[in-house]
C-alpha cells in the first residue's frame, strides 16, 4: 500500500510541475503548441495516477522497464516449512501452507476390460467426494535425473576395466576369468549406452491439499490435519498407502528445474550435437 501511495503522489506532482511549466512559461519562449503538448502530458499522467491504484504491478514495470533492476515483490514467492513437509505462501497477512501426498495408483484404465473400468470409475468418483475442502488430484509425468546412476555405471565401468587391466598383466591368469572380466565390461557398457541413450519420464500421481493460518506453524497444522484425512480416505478406497512428500522431492512439484533437470538436458543436447557432428 505504500508503494502505491507514493506512486500516487510521484504521478501528481509530475503532473502538477508540467502544468505549472506550460501556464507560467510566457509566449515568447514556450509557443502554444509547446504549451498544448505539456497540458495533454499532464492529463495523461493524471490518467496514470489515477489508474495506478488499480493497475500498479502492470504500469510499474513499464515505466521502470530500462532500469537494470525491476523488483516485482521483495517477498520469496514461496518458501519450504522447517519441518520439510509442506510448502509455504504469504498471502498478505495470512499464511498458506500445501501438503504433497504421494499416491502410488499404478492402474492405466486403457489396460482394463470394461467391468474393471466401470469399477475404476466408482473408485475415483468416491475419491473426488471424500475432501470436504478443495484438493487437487494430478497426475505429473517429469524428466528423471539420471546422473547419479550414469556415474555409478561409468564407476563400474573403470573398475572392470582396472581389474582386467590387473588380469591381463598376470602371468598365470586363466582365460576364463580375462574372459569373465570382459563381459561383464561389455555388460556395464551396453547398460550405460541403453540408459544414456533417450531421456527416461517417470509418472506420479499425488493430491495437494492447502491449509490457512495467521502463524506459519497454524497453516502446516491445519494443511496437515487435512492430508491425514485425505489419506486415510484414498488408502480406504483404493487399498494403498499413500505418504506425504518431503524435502528435496517437493521441489518437483513447484520448480522447473526439477521438472527437466539441467544436467539431464545439457547432457542430451550435447549427445546430439556430438552424433551431428560425427
Known amino acids: 500500500m ?3 501511495i507514493v506512486n500516487f503522489l510521484g504521478l501528481l506532482m509530475v503532473s502538477a510541475m508540467l502544468l505549472i511549466i506550460s501556464v507560467a512559461l510566457p509566449v515568447s519562449i514556450m509557443p502554444y503548441f509547446a504549451k498544448l503538448i505539456l497540458l495533454l502530458l499532464a492529463v495523461m499522467v493524471d490518467i496514470l495516477a489515477f489508474s495506478s491504484r488499480y493497475y500498479a504491478y502492470l504500469l510499474m514495470p513499464i515505466l521502470k522497464q530500462r532500469s537494470r533492476h525491476i523488483i516485482l515483490s521483495k517477498e520469496d514467492a514461496y518458501w519450504m516449512a522447517t519441518s520439510a513437509d509442506s510448502i509455504l505462501h ?12 504421494s499416491i502410488p495408483l499404478y492402474l492405466s484404465a486403457t489396460e482394463m476390460p470394461d467391468e474393471q473400468k466401470l469399477e475404476f470409475s466408482r473408485q475415483v468418483s468416491r475419491l473426488v467426494g471424500i475432501a470436504r475442502d478443495p484438493v487437487r488430484f494430478t497426475s ?8 547419479s546412476y550414469i556415474q555409478q555405471l561409468r564407476d563400474a ?14 602371468p598365470d591368469a586363466s582365460k576364463d576369468a580375462i574372459e569373465r572380466v570382459k563381459g561383464k565390461t561389455a555388460m556395464w557398457r ?12 517417470e509418472l506420479i500421481s499425488y493430491a495437494s491439499v492447502s491449509g490457512v493460518g495467521s502463524k506459519e506453524y497454524e497453516a502446516v497444522s491445519v494443511a496437515q490435519q487435512k492430508a491425514r484425512e485425505l489419506m486415510s480416505g484414498i488408502g480406504s478406497i483404493f487399498g494403498i498407502t499413500p505418504s506425504i ?3 528435496m522431492q517437493l521441489k518437483k512439484f513447484i520448480e522447473p528445474d526439477s521438472l527437466i533437470p539441467f544436467s539431464t538436458v545439457t547432457e542430451q543436447i550435447n549427445k546430439n550435437l556430438e552424433e551431428e557432428v560425427i
Open 2 to 4: 505504500a508503494n502505491k
Open 157 to 170: 565401468i573403470n573398475l572392470s576395466e582396472n581389474e582386467e587391466a590387473e588380469l591381463e598383466q598376470k
Open 140 to 147: 505429473q509425468m517429469y524428466v528423471m535425473n539420471k546422473d
Open 245 to 247: 512428500i518431503t524435502g
Open 90 to 101: 504469504r498471502n498478505k497477512e495470512d499464511y498458506i501452507a500445501t501438503v504433497y501426498i
Open 190 to 201: 551396453n547398460l550405460l549406452d541403453s540408459i544414456s541413450k533417450d531421456l527416461s519420464f
